[in-house]
C-alpha cells in the first residue's frame, strides 16, 4: 500500500466519524452523517426552513401530488403569486 499526506488524512478523518457516529465501518459512518442531515430538513407540506450559504435563503416545502416533495426557493425581493 502507498501511503500518502492524502491518504493519512482521509484515514484519519474516518477515525473521527467513526468514533463520533459509533459506526462499526467507515460506510455505515457516512451513512449516519448523511442521515442526521436529512432528518434536520422538513418534509411537511407548507414547511418553511432556513438554509445558510454565504447568505441566508429561505426555501417552502410542497408536498406534490406524485409523492414527490419540492423546495420552493422563497424570495422576500419579489412578490409571490398565489396559485
Do not use: C
Not at 9 to 22: L, N
Not at 28 to 36: G, K, L, T
Amino acid at each position: 500500500m502507498v501511503l500518502t499526506r492524502n491518504m493519512r488524512a482521509m484515514d484519519r478523518m474516518f477515525d473521527r466519524i467513526m468514533d463520533v457516529t459509533g459506526a462499526v465501518t467507515p460506510f455505515r459512518a457516512v451513512e449516519n452523517v448523511f442521515d442526521s442531515i436529512e432528518r434536520a430538513i422538513p418534509q411537511e407540506n407548507g414547511a418553511t426552513f432556513t438554509y445558510y450559504k454565504m447568505v441566508p435563503v429561505k426555501f417552502k416545502v410542497k408536498n406534490l401530488p406524485d409523492g414527490s416533495v419540492h423546495y420552493d426557493v422563497i424570495d422576500d425581493s419579489v412578490e409571490q403569486v398565489e396559485e
